[in-house]
């Protein structure tokens, strides 16, 4: 049974990010085709409270809105932070928790509580002293319940596991004995399963894709998204689905698009009246030559520094997408994906299809929306759906990269 989830997002309590209604996240799932949502900050004690009164269990694990068939997850993302031996500066790495119910949330709380850990923001740090400390807290973790996961996010941007501020050269270096639980990573929005596939700690895990969604639009929840291959529709289904690989497909940003993608600096940043890019050479250092600050590397270029062009990856289907709201936009010559006009489309399109992934998996696209919309629109879209589409510039330094579709 195939089913399309997205199990990284953001309440109000993260810290920039706008509060977010369920009822409206409900609504906006339902149009991108999203089955079962990641509901964000589970473990922050008010956002707890309000996921306990809102949601009711419909599925052993999955909880849902009174009559809605939208399905949440509980997760949260936590930031890990530890000093390894070895390195200068303290290694910090992002992660996904899933949990099954709100008995075992309970019980995380309680153990941040007994570690002395802060829980009064949505997206909490878990510090430790060394290695081994990090480690039993981990395996604390996974101890309250056999079916939390624990999934590194957005492995390859600064501050993801592998990511260029933490400089890593294996997984063991922070999970140590832990990584035998490490099951999966999260590709990211600035790279994609070809980059990471030849990279040896990741070859055997799987690839998951979410949104990192900090709000409810129709841009963001779903813009990257995984569709398993299910036995049944509950928690521990999913979590078997996602620690054997039964993943079908993961639809992607273009890595291109990430914000972390090329290695540079912004003109806004001080001292510059420019940017500065490098898709080619890297200064030595990494030292800006108009600043004269350290930059950040990119995610290409630390990809290469990791991967083994020795290793026959194993394929992982995927496509680069973006999303529709945006390609209307950009048909129309419009900025704004809130214009009347882009939701008007948007409407049509939704009236044609059951949803967005609907859509993009469609061979019938031309067909089904000919002198419906405009022949432009279609042509983009179908050209998206093709791949047929760029970034230029392409993303750095915390800046998405410029859309161009029609061109590769």
């Known amino acids: 049974m195939k089913l399309a989830i997205d199990f990284h997002s953001h309440s109000g ?11 409206t996240v409900s609504k906006t799932m339902k149009l991108k085709g ?7 900050d589970c473990i922050f004690p008010t956002r707890t409270e309000e996921l306990k009164h809102e949601l009711t269990e419909v599925k052993e694990g999955l909880f849902a809105l009174p009559k809605d068939s939208s399905k949440f997850l509980l997760q949260t993302e936590i930031i890990f932070s530890t000093k390894l031996m070895h390195k200068r500066n303290k290694t910090i790495a992002h992660h996904i928790i899933l949990f099954p119910n709100f008995e075992s949330i309970y019980k995380m709380q309680l153990l941040m509580n007994n570690w002395g850990m802060k829980n009064t923001i949505g997206r ?25 996961e624990i999934i590194p996010a957005h492995i390859m941007t600064p501050d993801g596991i592998f990511g260029s501020k933490n400089d890593l050269d294996e997984l063991s270096e922070f999970y140590g004995n832990f990584l035998s639980k490490i099951k999966a990573i999260e590709t990211g929005l600035s790279a994609d399963p070809q980059m990471l596939e030849k990279i040896p700690d990741l070859a055997e895990l799987t690839f998951i894709s979410n949104s990192d969604c900090h709000s409810a639009a ?3 929840i779903g813009r990257e998204f995984t569709i398993l291959d299910v036995d ?12 054997k690989n039964h993943v079908i497909m993961t639809a992607e940003f273009n890595p291109a698009e990430g914000k972390y993608y090329l290695t540079g600096h912004r003109a806004d940043r001080k001292g510059h009246s420019h940017e500065i890019i490098f898709a080619d050479e890297i200064p030595t250092g990494l030292i800006c030559p108009i600043c004269n600050k350290r930059m950040n590397l990119g995610v290409r270029e630390r990809c290469a520094q990791l991967q083994n062009n020795s290793i026959i990856p194993i394929p992982h289907k995927f496509m680069h997408l973006i999303p529709l709201i945006e390609v209307i936009a950009t048909s129309q010559n419009l900025k704004s994906i809130a214009s009347k006009r882009v939701k008007k489309v948007f409407d049509v399109i939704m009236n044609i299809f059951p949803s967005e992934i609907a859509l993009w998996q469609s061979d019938s696209i031309q067909v089904m929306l000919d002198k419906r ?28 990269g410029n859309l161009i579709v029609g061109d590769k």
């Open 232 to 243: 049944q529709v509950d928690y521990k289904s999913i979590i078997n689905a996602i620690r």
């Open 218 to 220: 129709l841009n963001r």
């Open 124 to 148: 909490p740090f878990i510090t430790s002293d060394t290695q081994k400390e990090l480690e039993d807290q981990l395996f604390e973790i996974n101890n309250i319940h056999p079916l939390i």
């Open 13 to 23: 309590y993260a810290g920039g990010v706008g509060q977010i209604e369920l009822t």
């Open 34 to 40: 999203i089955d079962v949502f990641g509901t964000g």
């Open 373 to 400: 919309i405009d022949q432009k629109t279609i042509n983009q879209i179908l050209a998206v759906q093709k791949g047929d589409f760029k970034f230029q510039p392409p993303g750095y330094d915390g800046t998405y």
